[in-house]
Structures are given as structure tokens and as C-alpha cells.
């Protein structure tokens, strides 16, 4: 390894590290990258204060993670597809991403990480949360363990818990316009205990906003154990809590970790681009 | 920047502001305590930062707000009783810490804490933050059914899953593990007494209606049983918490955090293994809950 030529300061004692010394809107030499990846491996998320890039630049600095993929059900900007607008207008309730989860876990290849950049934000409010599923892993006990790496659970797009998707993205006046409806419905089947394709270490790869029973379970069978499991995953000292400004960018790890979008900004408005990367098959 | 040269900056949507501009080490005048407690009462935790402050000008200003309790189980200073040291030591290796869990303070008392203020002397690099709820927000979330319901009933509290036998304190709280505080297991007919509390308090400064069960001292529902009362307990613990009544405060050397007793509950989070975490905590007795 070169010298470090970053500044790397963890925000908890669980997850999370903030990172300066990088410009994203230029090129980043190899080295330079290597230590913002390992950064990434070490703390899980990744966070980036007073940003000035475009579409195009927040794409670029994706790339080096993996491939862009495109969202299946909002459409992308005109001017580059893999990004996302995330907008929550002063009128809206309810916002995008408000419940644990971790993205896209019902397609056959999740995305590997998350790159989100913020573009409007409230003056106190809309943080985000994340949480370390190598710690909720960790701390079951040896015999939950043993049986929780026997089992695969399914994940489901269709929030039916909630009413469905589709009720919630059409209440969104920021993103309605966007929402692709006529998108299938996704279902996919994941080990519950994934073992990260780059660092090694098992995470619980389960979350309440997609995960609705394990394989050959019914959901009614299903429900005791995921709720425990859901809920011991994000317990406080799993997680930490990023607040933005204009300009931050987060990246995160989606093999490892959920995230929930605090929604206690009423009547300000929240405007974030997204871009997921295209991940492995977990196993 | 106010015309007084006191500052007040949201830290969340829900609660919790940073207060600028005011030394805790020197006497308050009227004007900054008005501003202190109008704020206190308008954002239910308020923080301070880069204070330094000795135990007796701790004391004297939480005694701007009220008497002063002693903590009937863990233990104050020799000096100064009424300052209770919250002490992680770096070769502490529980797995509890003072606090670690949702609640409000010492709600099995007849009349609970107005607040605590608590100072930061030593804290971890990263790590070992508070987490706060704004329990207005928990009340006022509920449905029209629900909170007619809540408004009618009243909850059982007791130290016994705290400090009684085989409660926190004792099974996990091992004094072999950790040395760095004094925390007493209380004697059967002590823990086990109960008191009763409104399910919904009316703040009696602010004629706000707050949720005031918690799980680590609330038991039942009154003429209910334990076993009837779980279930809508349970719920309302997790409902009390959702992440949008939240804020989370990172501590410094030099941090102090102010919390509305009545209508915050609060969360030491203990993911700081192998670090050390000093704090003075001062609680203001409060009302009878009404």
C-alpha cells in the first residue's frame, strides 16, 4: 500500500466511516481507489462531504465499484437511465426508502452497493440510517447460527404488507411521474446467511421490507422468527446515522448492511440521485 | 445568531437542538435561563458543547429546574451524591451498560425525573452515542381508537427488571466484569413495589399529551395481568421508537445533554468495547404524573 493520502474517521463503533481528501468530480488514480474500496470493505458505508459532480460524474466514480444497474420500477434521468432521482416534495407524506431494507434483495442479483448524492435537503431532518449485518450475525447465539445457514428465504418487490408498491409510489407527488407500473412483479430466492463475495465474513442477509418467508415456510410459519430476526438486526448498536447536506454522497454496501430513510421533515423537500451497482448472486 | 447571542440549531426533525452561545460554567442570568428552558421545553433535549464545568456548578444549575435526586441504586459521588458517575472502563468487558436500553429515568418513582443532565468528561473516538424519542410524536402517531383508549388507562411501573433479583442489574450487570460503578440489586419488597402512571401524561409545562410506558419499568396495564398487557405493551414499546421521533447525539469531551424526562425516552448505545466513557449525570425530580 501506498501512503494514505485520505482522512478515514469512523461515525460509530458500528458501521460507517467519513472520508476526506477525494474530489469525486475528477478522476480517482488506482491507489487513490484502492484505499476509498478498502475503506468501503472496513466500515461498510462510506461518506463524502461538499461534492460538486453531475449525473455523469456520480456515474463514473460508480463504475469503479461495478456495473451501474437500471431500477426497475422509476425511471432514470433522460440524460443517464442508471440515475435515480429521489425526491420527496414539501407536500408529500410519505417518503422513499423509509423501512429497514437493504435494495433490490428480490431480484436473482442484488446490487452490490449504493451510490447516493444529495442535492436538496432539509435544514434538520431526512437523515439516514444504517445498520451492520456482519454484527447482527455475529451476535445470535452458536445454535441460531447453525440453523439459520440451513435456511434460504424468499424476497419479494411487492410490499404487500404495506398495501403494495404501487400505492405507495403513486402517493409520491415527487416521483409518481417516474414510477414504472406496468413493471413486473420480482421475487428471488437468497441464502439467509450470506457469506460476502469479497471480505468472506457472513452477514444476516434478511430485511422487513422485502424478505416475506423462508423457502418452504409459509409467511404464517415464517412471521415469529423473521420478526425476532428483523428486529435483532437493527438494534442501536449495529448501526449509525448519517446526516447530509448538499453535496454529501454515500456509498454503501448492500451485502452487508440495511439502511432506512428517517422520514421527520414534513412540508421541506429532499431531492437525492441515485445510482445502484449490479452485484453477484449471493450465496 | 439571536439578539442575546444565543443560538438554537435543530439537530433532527424530531426533536433535539444545539444551544450556542451559553457558558453552564458561570452563573445563568434570567434571560439566558428563559432562553435555556424555552428551548428545553420547544425541543425536548437540548445539547451544549465545549462546556467545562465542575460538579458544584453541575449542580447548580440543575437546581435552577428543581430538586435533585440521589439514585436509589447506583451509586453518586462521595462528595456529591447527588452527581451519579455513568463510568464505562476500557477494560470493561459486559455487555450491558448503565442505560443501554429504551427508557425513561427511574419512571418507578411516585414522581419521576423532570430530567437529566448529563456531562461528558471522557468519551470513546467513535462510538458510545445517545439516542433520543420524542414521545409527543409516539402519542399523537396513534389512531383516534387507540389514543382514546391509552387516554383511559393506567400502567404499573417497578424497578424489579432493573435492579431487582435476577433483574438487569443483577443476571448481566456483573460487577466482576465491570468495576467502574457502584449499582446495588435492590431486595425483593423494594424492586417489586409498584407505582401507577397515567399511560398518557399531560406535560404540565408545555399541556402537551405524551406516551409515557417504557420497557424497562413498565410492567402491566393496571387490573390487568402481565401476560394480558404484553402484547399492546410490546407494541407500543416499538411504535415509541420509530426511527421519524428519533435523533441520535454524538458526545465530545465537553458535551452536555439536557433531556425532558417526561416526554423523551433515551438510549445509551454500548458499541464501544475497549474504550473508556466518563459521564456526570445530575436528574431533576419531577411532578406526579398527571
Known amino acids: ?283 | 445568531m439571536a439578539a442575546n447571542g444565543i443560538e438554537v440549531q435543530k439537530i433532527s426533525g424530531a426533536l433535539g437542538a444545539e444551544i450556542h452561545g451559553i457558558d453552564l460554567g458561570g452563573p445563568l442570568s434570567n434571560t439566558e435561563f428563559d432562553a435555556v428552558h424555552q428551548a428545553f421545553l420547544d425541543h425536548q433535549v437540548i445539547f451544549f458543547r465545549d462546556q467545562k464545568i465542575t460538579p458544584e456548578q453541575h449542580l447548580s444549575f440543575g437546581r435552577r429546574f428543581g430538586d435533585l435526586d440521589i439514585h436509589p441504586y447506583a451509586a453518586g459521588l462521595d462528595e456529591f451524591p447527588e452527581v451519579l458517575p455513568v463510568i464505562k472502563e476500557a477494560g470493561d468487558t459486559t455487555d450491558v451498560n448503565f442505560g443501554g436500553t429504551w427508557h425513561s429515568d427511574v419512571t418507578f418513582y411516585e414522581k419521576p425525573a423532570l430530567g437529566s443532565i448529563l456531562y461528558a468528561l471522557d468519551v470513546p473516538t467513535h462510538g458510545g452515542d445517545t439516542q433520543f424519542s420524542n414521545q409527543y410524536l409516539a402519542y399523537e402517531a396513534l389512531s383516534d381508537g387507540l389514543k382514546a383508549t391509552l387516554d383511559g388507562l393506567t400502567a404499573m411501573h417497578n424497578a424489579a427488571n432493573a435492579y431487582g433479583r435476577n433483574g438487569r442489574t443483577d443476571k448481566r450487570f456483573d460487577t466482576t466484569k465491570q468495576k467502574s460503578m457502584t449499582v446495588r440489586v435492590g431486595d425483593d419488597d423494594e424492586a417489586d413495589a409498584e407505582v401507577e402512571h397515567p399511560v398518557v401524561r399531560t406535560h404540565p409545562e408545555t399541556g402537551r399529551k405524551s406516551l409515557f410506558v417504557n420497557h424497562v419499568f413498565t410492567r402491566r396495564f393496571k387490573g390487568w395481568t402481565e401476560e394480558e398487557s404484553q402484547p399492546l405493551l410490546k407494541f407500543l414499546y416499538a411504535h415509541a421508537v420509530r426511527p421519524e421521533f428519533t435523533c441520535r447525539f454524538r458526545w465530545r469531551k465537553g458535551s452536555i445533554a439536557f433531556w425532558d424526562n417526561r416526554c423523551v425516552q433515551h438510549y445509551a448505545l454500548n458499541d464501544y468495547h475497549g474504550q473508556r466513557r466518563e459521564m456526570h449525570r445530575v436528574t431533576v425530580v419531577g411532578d406526579r404524573p398527571v
Open chain 1, 1 to 283: 500500500m501506498p501512503d494514505p493520502t485520505l482522512d478515514i474517521r469512523p461515525l460509530s463503533g458500528a458501521l460507517g466511516a467519513e472520508i476526506t481528501g477525494a474530489d469525486l468530480s475528477q478522476p480517482l488514480d488506482d491507489a487513490v481507489f484502492a484505499e476509498i474500496h478498502l475503506a468501503f470493505l472496513d466500515h461498510q458505508v462510506i461518506v463524502f462531504r461538499d461534492q460538486i459532480i453531475t449525473p455523469q460524474q456520480q456515474l463514473a466514480f460508480a463504475r469503479r465499484f461495478g456495473t451501474p444497474g437500471v431500477y426497475p420500477f422509476i425511471a432514470g434521468l433522460p440524460e443517464a437511465p442508471e440515475v435515480t432521482e429521489i425526491l420527496k416534495t414539501e407536500t408529500d407524506q410519505i417518503n422513499f426508502g423509509g423501512y429497514w431494507h437493504s435494495d433490490t434483495t428480490y431480484m436473482e442479483k442484488p446490487a452490490l452497493g449504493t451510490v447516493l448524492y444529495a442535492h436538496e435537503v432539509p435544514a434538520a431532518g431526512g437523515d439516514t440510517q444504517f445498520a451492520n449485518l456482519y454484527l447482527a450475525f455475529g451476535s445470535l447465539s452458536d445454535g441460531m447460527k447453525d440453523l439459520l445457514t440451513t435456511l434460504r428465504a424468499v424476497n419479494s418487490s411487492a410490499q404487500k404488507d404495506r398495501g403494495g408498491r404501487a400505492r405507495k409510489m403513486i402517493a409520491i407527488n415527487g416521483m409518481k411521474d417516474g414510477f414504472r407500473e406496468e413493471a413486473e412483479e420480482l421475487e428471488a430466492e437468497h441464502p439467509v446467511v450470506l457469506t460476502h463475495p469479497e471480505t468472506g465474513r457472513q452477514s444476516l442477509y434478511l430485511n422487513r421490507s422485502h424478505t416475506v418467508r423462508f423457502a418452504g415456510w409459509t409467511e404464517e410459519e415464517s412471521a415469529p422468527l423473521l420478526r425476532f430476526l428483523c428486529g435483532h438486526a437493527i438494534r442501536p448498536e449495529f448501526t449509525c446515522r448519517v446526516r447530509w447536506a448538499p453535496g454529501t454522497l454515500v456509498v454503501w454496501d448492500n451485502r452487508c448492511t440495511l439502511h432506512q430513510a428517517v422520514n421527520d421533515y414534513a412540508g421541506q423537500r429532499r431531492r437525492m440521485h441515485r445510482i445502484t451497482i449490479d452485484g453477484d448472486r449471493p450465496f
